[in-house]
């Protein structure tokens, strides 16, 4: 069973940074997609950004220029680094993993396997 599991999330100040792991377990990584999503108190959840198992990476408009998804294959690890944030930055920051060679996306419902989320607040 493949499994992601953040971490890194925490309590910072406008215009900190922070950097997000995924690190997946159960399979090799270099098979999957891997997505980022955010689920602020009372919203529904977000796509973010998105990293292809070839390396392309995709944002939303609100993160790019400020946040830079990667990935390490050797470590089964995607990392989201996360520069200049805001305080409507906060909330529970999830990766999700699919199985493509291909394509990558922001639609969540194409991830079957998921993390359970990590908190990142950013006070004003």
């Known amino acids: 069973q493949v499994q992601p599991v953040e971490s890194g999330g925490g309590l910072v100040q406008t215009g900190d940074s922070l950097r997000l792991s995924c690190a997946v377990s159960?399979?090799?990584?270099?098979?999957?997609?891997i997505g980022w999503f955010r689920q602020a108190p009372g919203m529904e959840r977000d796509g973010i950004s998105c990293i292809n198992a070839n390396g392309w990476s995709d944002y939303v408009s609100s993160v790019k220029g400020r946040f830079t998804i990667s990935r390490d294959n050797a470590r089964n690890t995607v990392y989201l680094q996360m520069n200049s944030l805001k305080p409507e930055d906060t909330a529970v920051y999830y990766c999700?993993?699919?199985?493509?060679?291909?394509?990558?996306?922001?639609?969540?419902?194409?991830?079957?396997?998921w993390g359970q989320g990590t908190q990142v607040t950013v006070s004003s």
């Open positions: 999700a993993a699919t199985k493509t060679n291909y394509y990558c996306s922001t639609y969540g419902r194409l991830y079957p396997y």
């Open positions: 159960g399979d090799t990584l270099d098979a999957y997609a």
